[in-house]
């Protein structure tokens, strides 16, 4: 597996060795002994599959207490996929990264607690598979709006997205809790 770093500390896109032949194709996607020689977490507790059309925007989603470090990837269709670091005390507080994951390119996310995540699904339908690391808890859940002007995440949108109606309540960040 290649590990490739982004700009923001911690979060790491994985690009797994994939073997194709006229069959298909082949790809480890979890080890737990290869994650733990690369530093990763090792420790799973649930497993989440949304499948959504284009247009989407789901996020920024996070959770204040119980922090949730989050493994992404996309197994139909294509997303950008995006982290923002919300730990104050991070020299990249606020700031953002973006990855296309898809289908094709069968990339995957490692995003640590302390950052939110979202996601804009760029095909007709995209299915989109995660790993965390704590339990969902929804009285912990937080929602930073996706338009935020002082965060400014340069989503490749045509047209406005499609929102949910948490989504569309989410808090800037100028005013939402975030960690220390």
């Not at 194709?25 to 977490?41: Q, T």
């Not at 997303?79 to 730990?87: I, K, P």
Request: glycine fraction near 8%.
């Amino acid at each position: 597996m290649n590990v490739v770093p982004t700009t923001l500390p911690g979060v790491l896109i994985l690009e797994p060795k994939v073997f194709r032949d006229a069959r298909g194709f082949f790809m480890e996607s979890y080890n737990r002994r290869r994650f733990a020689e690369l530093g990763l977490p090792t420790d799973f507790v649930q497993d989440n599959h949304s499948r959504s059309v284009r247009g989407v925007l789901r996020g920024l989603h996070y959770q204040i207490q119980q922090p949730q470090g989050k493994l992404v990837r996309v197994t139909r269709g294509a997303v950008y996929d995006v982290a923002v670091d919300l730990r104050r005390s991070s020299p990249s507080f606020g700031r953002w990264e973006g990855v296309e994951l898809s289908e094709d390119n069968h990339r995957m996310l490692w995003i640590p607690p302390g950052f939110a995540h979202g996601f804009l699904v760029l095909s007709e339908m995209a299915d989109f598979l995660y790993k965390t690391t704590d339990d969902y808890a929804p009285e912990h859940e937080r929602c930073i709006r996706w338009d935020d002007p002082d965060i400014g995440i340069a989503w490749p949108l045509v047209g406005e997205p499609i929102l949910s109606a948490k989504d569309r309540q989410g808090r800037l960040l100028c005013e939402a809790e975030v960690y220390p």
